[in-house]
């Protein structure tokens, strides 16, 4: 699915993580080994352990994201832009020595993507180059483009080898990358009150911050009604 003209990302997290965000100021980026698609780590490289991703979401309304992002309800959904993903992360890639890689993640059938890692794969035989090999994860299986991702990839080659890191923190200002927050639409009253409540007050998040509305109940258009 192409990235919408206005560039909004968005991810559905727990919302303890979400206030560690907030509260350590930091976002995190795993090793693509702990994501669920096993595809995701078929290409094995000499820089494999330094790389580590994050993924967001291009779709903002989406009944899936939240059955499988928010299975118990206190899911919490986040947004911002591609514009300020870029200009909060770069500066902290750049004084680190890191190198960022964002960009639209395409999908394939099955076939196609194992033809194109191989490609990738023999790209590197000859000559090894890890913005080739990060290729790789912008490519992923047809089966999972509800998910509609967009992907922010760090290449950290102070990780040496032989020395395996489930993933790394990056300082950044949640204040500025974060421009609201959308609440689970199956929580109860009670509990998106003070969820909201802890955003507005404790965590002094002056943006919106509101429950979604995908479930909730359209007005009625009843057959013969002179108003409708």
Known sequence: MALSSSGRLYRILSFDRVVQ??????????????????????????????????????????????????????????????????????????????????GEVRYESQHDITEEIRDIRNDLKEKFD??????????????????SEYRAVIHNPTVADGEILAGLKLPIDPHKLIDSILLDPRAPDELADALGFYFKEKIKFNKRVTRSVLYKSPTPLIVGDPDA
């Open 130 to 147: 890890v913005a080739r090999a990060v290729d790789a994860l912008f490519l992923k299986r047809d089966a999972f483009d509800h998910e």
């Open 21 to 102: 965000i907030f509260e350590k100021r930091e976002l995190y980026f795993a090793h693509p080994s702990s994501w669920s698609d096993p595809y995701e780590v078929r290409l094995h490289h000499a820089s494999s352990h330094q790389v580590f991703g994050q993924c967001w979401c291009t779709r903002g309304v989406s009944d899936a994201m939240w059955r499988i992002y928010s299975a118990n309800h206190l899911g919490v959904r986040i947004s911002t832009s591609t514009r300020k993903l870029r200009e909060i992360l770069q500066p902290s890639v750049k004084a680190l020595g890191y190198t960022l890689r964002l």
